[in-house]
């Protein structure tokens, strides 16, 4: 086994996980992060966010001396052979992704090389970024030092974001010379899963094509709910039956209130900007967001023609995280579902295991309740708008005693129609 220097530029989600998953299968890793704070935190132990094993593979890593936390690119640069960039491209208002963090990025270390480098993207980028960011080096790298620039896309879901770093589907690599191959060949040699070499473009391109087909997957899956609503078929039943067949597998088909997160909906924009760009109108994928919009309407519809009208009504909010075992609030469907209620009128309470904290930067209008039975007492309705476990095993009969009308609307059909029927709930789920 080769230890190889690692630098991990960006120590967010996808930075820190996988910053720490190298050093767990044996590499030498430098975590870099421009927020003082989020480095501050790392150094005293302390992980910034809620992601599950995180915490026990950095302090394991911290305490071997294979992963260390800086706030500056220069010390992973001199350090390391292998440098990625794993800073956020949030999207802009067009819904372009935002690639000056990538850009500042690749300016730092081609002015700090003193010797051949791997720069590698992990960040998620249109196709092409590639050519800017070798030519970004190219124009900072005053010594002509040798580099090459790679493209090694992540997959990773937030909430098991560990197991899907050490057991991925596949590993791709996007590289342009055989040095860059078999370096990066040695980095990813511990885990074991197919891997696939392709050129930098496509390495990209892999990355935003996945996502737009997994969203596209989900969509689908939604306006089929509707369809069941409206015939009166069950679209779990439709999902299992359609899921069995090898050709479409089973999942991402969960009808739901739609997606949200840091990845789909910005990636979806990114890619229909980019399509733009190369002249191509993606008509498909910009009517896979319509129907993710529409699901959350939809959602806040299914309440109001329960409860006729939502001024002063208040409803219950279980849930608020994107999706379950995450405190990610980023594009979360609860925020534009608490907003149709709060503009009809209605107020809101609320509870997440552990999204609270970053929620409460972005909703400010709602209540904060400390645990799901608090959420529901007087209230004319529950919403269940992420699927945490932990509102699974409620006791129903406390929570039917709490509310002022025993209502609930299931946006991630997690309870059983008939149970709750039986419990005497008036009970709405999604195409069910
Ligand atoms: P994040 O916002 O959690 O982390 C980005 C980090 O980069 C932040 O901590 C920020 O302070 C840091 N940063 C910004 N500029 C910097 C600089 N100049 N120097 C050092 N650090 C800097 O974002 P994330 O969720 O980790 O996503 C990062 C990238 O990975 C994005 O492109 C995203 O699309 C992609 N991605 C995310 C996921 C996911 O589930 N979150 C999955 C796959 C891919």
Known sequence: MININIGMIGTGYVGLTTGACFAEIGHNVICVDSDEQKIKMLNAGQ??????????????????????????????????????????????????????????????IGSAMIDYKIIVEKSTVPVKTGEWVKETITRYNKRNIP??????????????????????????????????????????????????????????????????????????????????????ASVEKVAEGMGLDKRIGPSFLKAGVGYGGFCFPKDLKAFIRIAEELKYDYRLLKEVENINEEQKERFVKKIEGLLWNLREKQVGVLGLSFKPNTDDMRFAPSIDIIAKLTNAGAKVKAYDPHAMTNAKKII?????????????????????????????????????????????????????????????????????
């Open 47 to 108: 992980v910034p966010f809620y992601e599950p094993n995180l915490d026990k593979l950095i302090k394991t890593n911290v305490a071997n001396g294979r992963l260390q936390f800086t706030t500056k690119i220069s010390e992973a640069v001199k350090d390391s052979l292998v440098l990625f960039i794993a800073v956020g491209t949030p999207p802009k208002d067009t819904g372009e992704p935002d690639l000056s963090f990538v850009e500042n990025v690749a300016k730092e």
């Open 147 to 232: 580099f090459d620039v790679a493209s090694n896309p992540e997959f990773l879901r937030e909430g098991s974001a560990v197991s899907d770093f050490l057991q991925p589907d596949r590993v791709v690599i996007g590289v342009e010379s055989d040095k860059a191959k078999e370096i990066m060949l040695d980095v990813y040699a511990p885990i074991k899963a197919p891997i696939l070499v392709t050129d930098i473009k496509s390495a990209e391109l892999i990355k935003h094509a996945s996502n737009a087909f997994l969203s596209t997957k989900i969509s689908f899956i939604n306006a089929i709910s509707v369809i069941c609503e409206m015939s009166g």
């Open 364 to 432: 400010t209008n709602i209540e904060y309740c400390n645990n799901p039975y608090d959420v529901a007492k007087d209230c004319d309705a529950l919403a269940v708008v992420t699927e945490w476990d932990e509102f699974k095993q409620l006791d129903m009969n406390k929570i039917k005693s709490l509310l002022k009308l025993p209502i609930i609307v299931d946006g991630r059909n997690i309870f059983d129609p008939n149970t709750m029927e039986k419990l005497g709930f008036i009970y709405r789920s999604i195409g069910r």
